[in-house]
């Protein structure tokens, strides 16, 4: 049980690059697949292309991706930009919560890293704000989740609820 | 969980007793300094964070068991149906809401979390006098229906008016509030079912004085997002749930008339006599009555004498 567990994790844990052909090494995918925290929806399908025509990679992948970081929090300490050994969110926003005790570890680098978000928050933070400030893309929940039968009954869904005009995009 | 037996609350309601008579302070007016229990957990509510999925009312209901609620946990209706209250609250049928609040110094709605705020040195346990609350030393405030006598004095004694009373049954009263998770996960060092049900992390789980350390990080790194107040640190002396809000705590929808000592320092005095009320007053009068029956049946014995003293 338990290596099963380990198992699904290992497969489901971030981005599976999806839709055809990958992409060579250096590109970046087109269609990422966020899975790692299905349990209650569908996993998410994430137009990453569409993004790259959008924003300057550093928005999201802070610095890593080698251009310069935009936040000025960031950029009080990180004035170059290399990149980064791997540019996914899973690499530094764990499927952990974060809690009080990032908050006390003595490492040097908690000085000020003391309050990294889960990968959820990551997600969830970075996507809707971002949508809420460009006021453009999915903002609702049901607009890129759907929900799992597991989710159905943790929020207490009927069918009947389901079929509403409102809550129809959850099942496209 | 720590039962008290009914015999074990005469116990110590006797204890008490004695120590007033001989003069020691009784319990609860030991508890003035109280900062709360090195190590004890908590919980930091971001409020520039939170979006009103509800993720963890429909968590919390799952983790207790509690009834099915009238619509699913999706219905955001229910922001606007606070009928004559005006906001929403925790009832016997959910241990936490989350409340909206449409403040004009906010260009959004604002969401709020509310459930026991676990006080550090809580009324409702100060206020109970069968003690069937706990403050545990991980920091939860847990209740136990085994010895509750329905007398909701803690309902009155809450400053955040938490504590509801389920009534279908007279002759098993019972209080619902949150519990911490206590029994499930936190008595285990694991966070409560709500946090790791919220997709914003607008709820992080540790101990109290980290939590007090990134509250405080947060206000410090982004000063134009926060205001620069820290609710629950020092509200009715301490809470175990703390809150970070984009706007004065007034405007959220927070009591901010709750006084910062903690709400036993006020009635402490009183509350005191309570249980010598209970214990000292009984044997006290059976102690008159036979003194007095002794003088009429003695009336010129020595005894009278000492019963004049
Ligand atoms: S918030 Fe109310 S019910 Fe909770 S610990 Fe404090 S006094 Fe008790
Ligand atoms: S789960 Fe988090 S974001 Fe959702 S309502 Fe609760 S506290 Fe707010």
Redesign the interface.
Known sequence: MKYFLFAAMAISIGAIPAGGAPPPEDEPPRLIVLDSLAHFYEPVRFDHQLHIDYADCAECHHHTTASPATDPRCTICHTTATAGASVACRNCHGTKRPSGEDAAKPRPSHRYHIDIVSLAGAYHINCLDCHQAVDAGPIECIDCHAFTEEGKKFFHLTDSLLGSPKNQGADQ | MKRISRRSFFKAGTTAALAGILGFKSAPAQARAFSGYAHSK?V?VDLT?C?G?RSCE??C??EQGLP??A?????QSVFADTGHLGHRRPDDKAYTVVDRTDSPLAD?PLFRKIQCNHCLEPSCLTACFVNAYTKTAQGAVIYDPSVCVGCRTCMVACPFSIPAFRYDSALHPRIMKCQFCYETRLQYDR?PAC??AC???AL????????L??AR??IR??PDEYVNHIYGEHEAGGTSWLYLSPVPFAEAGFDTTVPTEPIINYVKDFLAIVPMVLTIWPALFAGFHLLARRNRVHPDSADTEISDE
């Open positions: 908590a930091l964070r979006i999925c429909a968590a209901n799952k099915a609620p619509t699913p946990f999706t219905d959004h966070p946090v790791e997709p914003r992390d992080t789980f540790g101990e109290r004085e980290s939590l350390r990134i990080h947060r790194t982004r």
